[in-house]
């Protein structure tokens, strides 16, 4: 909806409005099916932003990151930083693994986004007091891009805009 919305609620359009969006499936298989239809149809130019859990590995997603080495996979570095531990020691890819953000290393068709405050001088940070926030995930080698990660809304239930935060 930031991307290719052709009208915004609050004026304006998306950053490119005539651009074509193919939704995927999250969950795997179902997404490694979803990358092939898209792929056949010209696509290449992929947004993952899901997260399968600590250590786990959709093994459907990494086939195709695999198979559509001439395609770009821009993923989202997650968020797994938890108020309760120090921020030094949550490194992903070294202190913990999370899958596609950890894929990294291995194939260069993939871009990892983390996310910064609204004012981009720092990471999203866990909300203090609130065990249920996380921060985003960084790291100096697995991470290549940081961008704007809080203090926006994007598109929600019954076409409305709710604030969102993360990578």
Avoid: M
């Amino acid at each position: 909806g930031l991307i290719a919305a052709r009208r915004l609620a609050f004026g304006g359009s998306g950053l490119a409005p005539r651009v074509l969006v193919v939704p995927l499936h999250s969950s795997d298989p179902a997404i490694g099916e979803d990358l092939r239809k898209a792929y056949l149809r010209g696509v290449r130019l992929f947004n993952i932003s899901a997260h399968y859990g600590l250590d786990v590995e959709p093994s459907a997603l990494r086939q195709r990151i695999v198979d559509y080495h001439n395609a770009l996979f821009v993923v989202a570095a997650g968020n797994n930083v938890a108020p309760d531990r120090a921020v030094d020691q949550q490194q992903v890819c070294r202190d913990f693994r999370a899958y596609p953000v950890c894929w990294a290393a291995e194939y260069p068709n993939i871009i990892v986004v983390t996310g910064t405050n609204a004012a981009g001088d720092a990471l999203v940070a866990p909300i203090e007091g609130d065990q249920q926030s996380a921060g985003t995930n960084w790291s100096p080698t697995a991470v290549h891009i940081a961008a704007p990660g809080d203090g926006f809304h994007a598109p929600g239930a019954g076409g409305a805009y709710v604030p969102v935060r993360g990578s």
